[in-house]
Every structure is written in structure tokens, then in C-alpha cells.
T-cell receptor, first 112, second 116 residues
């Protein structure tokens, strides 16, 4: 079955460490996105990518980095520069049409 | 910039009753799309319904329907015959198609509880 896989489901990070969240899709979607979800704030866009080897910053890109070396994969690195990284992170993908997103099941990141 | 407002942080409804979740948005665009997403306790985001702004007819998906008022920039979701499985967070979203990549703008969500 086609879908988006995010791993791990839960992730703990010590302060000062970088950590990478995985997002893989087998839907043959062109575009991929990373969102951060905090209570009472809805979803905020971190980065997005329309094609391989190209990506754009979203509204809250500071302290994050991404790569898009393969169409299927769009990993997100939360760097030590991110001041408040504890949050729920959602990856999504879509065709370059207006059909809406398909979401992954999310990763809960906690800084300890 | 586009903004999406959901003014009801929490709502509840009796099982089998009907409930309406409100959403308003602000945009100067003429071509756009609107969505409702459901996020149950599993936190998996699920597309509920989609509306094209150029279509006057309100979208319907089984027990879910929308009341799209383009001039008023309003996009409410009606859930009929509410079921326990409808308990979830509901997000309204606005999308403007762009050559450089479609971008969604989400509201802050409405937490719906269906009471047995």
C-alpha cells in the first residue's frame, strides 16, 4: 500500500545535539513538506520541496535543515540552533496539483 | 498573507446529532482551494473534504458537508449523525496553487468530542 512513513514515532534529544527525522513516501508524489504542530497553534510550515535537489524555506525554517536527494525521501534535521524543538512534527506529500496533502503519522520530539 | 481562523477551540455534540464547525479565511486571491482535515487521537491527519473556490456547489462526503460562502469568506463543516469515531481535532486549511509549490495555511483547530 502506498503511503508516507515517518520514523521514529518518538524521539528524545539532549540539548545541544542535532537530530534527524525521517520521511519516506512511495506515492510518487512530487512535493514534500515538513510541518511543526504545537498546542493551540495549528500547523506551521518549516520547509517544502517540489523537486529533487531543490527546497524552499517555510514560515519557521530557522534552526532546521532539509535535503531532497531522492524523490521518495525528505529528511528533516533539527539542529542545536533551534531554541524550542520539543513539538510534534508532521511530514506530508502531494502531487503538484490541488488534491490536498497525504500526511505521515508524525514524530514526537522531546528535548531532555 | 493568507489567514485562517477557527473561532471555536472546543465543541461537543451528542451522538447521532448534527454539529457545525466554523472557519473563516482572509485572502485577496480568486483561485484557491479549501480543505477540512481530521486529526483523531492517533494524530494521523486525514482529509475529510475539499472545496474548489470556483465551484458554487457545496462539497459533500457522506455525513460531512460544507457551507461555502465565498463573499463572506466562510467555510463551515457540518457533521450529520455524529459518531463516536468523529471525536478528533478538526483543521480548516486554505491552499493557493503556485508554480513554485502549493502552500497550505491551517487554522488553529477545533477539538470535537462526541458524547455517547
Amino acid at each position: 500500500d502506498g503511503g508516507i512513513t515517518q520514523s521514529p514515532k518518538y524521539l528524545f534529544r539532549k540539548e545541544g545535539q542535532n537530530v534527524t527525522l525521517s520521511c519516506e513516501q512511495n506515492l510518487n508524489h512530487d512535493a514534500m513538506y515538513w510541518y511543526r504542530q504545537d498546542p493551540g497553534q495549528g500547523l506551521r510550515l518549516i520547509y517544502y520541496s517540489q523537486i529533487v535537489n531543490d527546497f524552499q524555506k517555510g514560515d519557521i525554517a530557522e534552526g532546521y535543515s532539509v535535503s531532497r536527494e531522492k524523490k521518495e525521501s525528505f529528511p528533516l534535521t533539527v539542529t542545536s540552533a533551534q531554541k524550542n524543538p520539543t513539538a510534534f512534527y508532521l511530514c506530508a506529500s502531494s502531487m503538484v496539483t490541488a488534491q490536498g496533502y497525504t500526511f505521515g503519522s508524525g514524530t514526537r520530539l522531546t528535548v531532555v | 498573507a493568507q489567514t485562517v481562523t477557527q473561532s471555536q477551540p472546543e465543541m461537543s455534540v451528542q451522538e447521532a446529532e448534527t454539529v457545525t464547525l466554523s472557519c473563516t479565511y482572509d485572502t485577496s486571491e480568486s483561485n484557491y482551494y479549501l480543505f477540512w482535515y481530521k486529526q483523531p487521537p492517533s494524530r494521523q491527519m486525514i482529509l475529510v473534504i475539499r472545496q474548489e473556490a470556483y465551484k458554487q456547489q457545496n462539497a459533500t462526503e457522506n455525513r460531512f458537508s460544507v457551507n461555502f460562502q465565498k463573499a463572506a469568506k466562510s467555510f463551515s463543516l457540518k457533521i450529520s449523525d455524529s459518531q463516536l469515531g468523529d471525536t478528533a481535532m478538526y483543521f480548516c486549511a486554505f491552499m493557493k496553487p503556485r508554480v513554485t509549490g502549493n502552500q497550505f495555511y491551517f487554522g488553529t483547530g477545533t477539538s470535537l468530542t462526541v458524547i455517547p
